[in-house]
């Protein structure tokens, strides 16, 4: 079992930057998929990021050359490095975990665990 507490969500304005944590506990990370996702209110939870390990990402169109995803393995950490945010990434952010490297990592099936979720709101 992996456990993911995600933090550092809050109220920015646009053009602003956010970092989110992912910190996970109960087994390393090392080898899992990492990926963000976001859900907004009225919409389905679509893929954000993911990495497969150190310095293999991929990102969703929307948020290419403006998030960045990282891990810091020795800390069990995923962080999402959020810039030149815009009203539509307003969302909840979730962590996920995901033990096979051999699936789509935009899909939310390919995903084993999952985090709570924190609420990043950007306003005009």
């Known amino acids: 079992q992996v456990q993911l507490v995600e933090s550092g969500g809050g109220l920015v304005q646009a053009g602003g930057s956010l970092r989110l944590s992912c910190a996970a506990s109960g087994r390393t990370i090392s080898n899992y998929v990492m990926g963000w996702f976001r859900q907004a209110p009225g919409k389905e939870r679509e893929f954000v990021a993911a990495?497969?390990?150190?310095?293999?990402?991929h990102y969703t169109d929307s948020v290419r050359g403006r998030f960045t995803i990282s891990r810091d393995n020795a800390k069990n950490t995923v962080y999402l490095q959020m810039s030149s945010l815009k009203p539509e990434d307003t969302a909840v952010y979730y962590c996920?975990?995901?033990?096979?490297?051999?699936?789509?990592?935009?899909?939310?099936?390919?995903?084993?665990?999952w985090g709570q979720g924190t609420q990043v709101t950007v306003s005009s």
């Open positions: 996920a975990a995901g033990a096979s490297k051999a699936v789509p990592v935009n899909s939310r099936t390919s995903y084993d665990y």
């Open positions: 990495e497969w390990s150190v310095s293999i990402t």
